[in-house]
Nanobody
Framework: QVQLVESGGGLVQAGGSLRLSCAASGSTFSINAIGWFRQAPEKEREFVAAITWSGSGTYYADSVKGRFTISRANAKNTVSLQMNSLKPEDTAVYYC????????????????????WGQGTQVTVSS
């Protein structure tokens, strides 16, 4: 089992920045990547970004490319999501999720490929 805990959400004005963190614990040797997803009210959960557990590969949704950066602090088993130039449409609950090794290295945006999920953290961007 892998446990994930998100932190760093909050309220920010449009154009501002926030940094989210996802701390992984437990059987982290069994995962191959961490992803961030978000879900706004009355909308489906959508992929934001992902990073391989080695940190060698990063993947982004088109809507956040150039504004968000995902990174991993290896020694701390923590993955961060730096969010710059935030827009009101970025408002959502943000979840981090982990993929097991047996899911391979494809379909990064598919929530079905992620076995473990955190509780989520609220990000609100005011206009």
């Amino acid at each position: 089992q892998v446990q994930l805990v998100e932190s760093g959400g909050g309220l920010v004005q449009a154009g501002g920045s926030l940094r989210l963190s996802c701390a992984a614990s437990g059987s982290t040797f069994s995962i191959n990547a961490i992803g961030w997803f978000r879900q706004a009210p009355e909308k489906e959960r959508e992929f934001v970004a992902a990073i391989t557990w080695s940190g060698s590969g990063t993947y982004y949704a088109d809507s956040v490319k150039g504004r968000f950066t995902i990174s991993r602090a290896n020694a701390k088993n923590t993955v961060s999501l730096q969010m710059n130039s935030l827009k009101p449409e970025d408002t959502a609950v943000y979840y981090c999720a982990a993929r097991r090794l047996d899911t391979g290295y494809i379909l990064w945006s598919s929530a079905m490929k992620y076995a473990y999920w955190g509780q989520g953290t609220q990000v609100t961007v005011s206009s």
